[in-house]
């Protein structure tokens, strides 16, 4: 079955790194775009990075512009999310997300991993 499973979210303090990961399976890796959403408390899901099936394009939002870099390892099947320099509204829970290339309603979702920034 499709499997998508981040890890990697903690506490961490303002100013400090971490790395997101979210590993998959159960589909063809290689020809899906791959996307990291951020979810607020009480606030809407936004996208946050995004990086094409062959790992040639990259876009990120203007809150993580400069600070985050998205990454995928077509070998490991996984994708990567490393943050820097972040911040309390950074706070929330970071989804993976699976979209194919071409077929719109290949979408899959992870469940989520929770990083809380706070001194």
């Given amino acids: 079955q499709v499997r998508l499973v981040e890890s990697g979210g903690t506490l961490v303090q303002p100013g400090g790194s971490l790395r997101l ?5 159960g589909f063809t890796f290689s020809v899906y ?3 990291w959403y951020h979810q607020a408390p009480g606030k809407e899901r936004e996208m946050v990075a995004f990086i094409s099936s062959d790992g040639a394009s990259t876009t990120y939002s203007d809150s993580m512009k400069n600070r ?3 990454s995928r390892d077509n070998s490991k099947k996984a994708v990567y999310l490393q943050m820097r320099n972040l911040k309390f ?3 929330g829970v970071y989804y993976c ?3 194919h290339n071409r077929v ?6 992870g469940q989520g ?3 809380t920034v706070s001194s």
């Fill in 89 to 91: 509204e950074d706070t």
């Fill in 21 to 25: 990961s979210c590993a998959t399976s």
């Fill in 104 to 109: 719109g309603l290949l979408t899959y979702w």
């Fill in 68 to 70: 985050t870099s998205i």
């Fill in 97 to 99: 997300k699976a979209a």
């Fill in 33 to 35: 775009d791959m996307s």
């Fill in 113 to 115: 991993t929770q990083v």
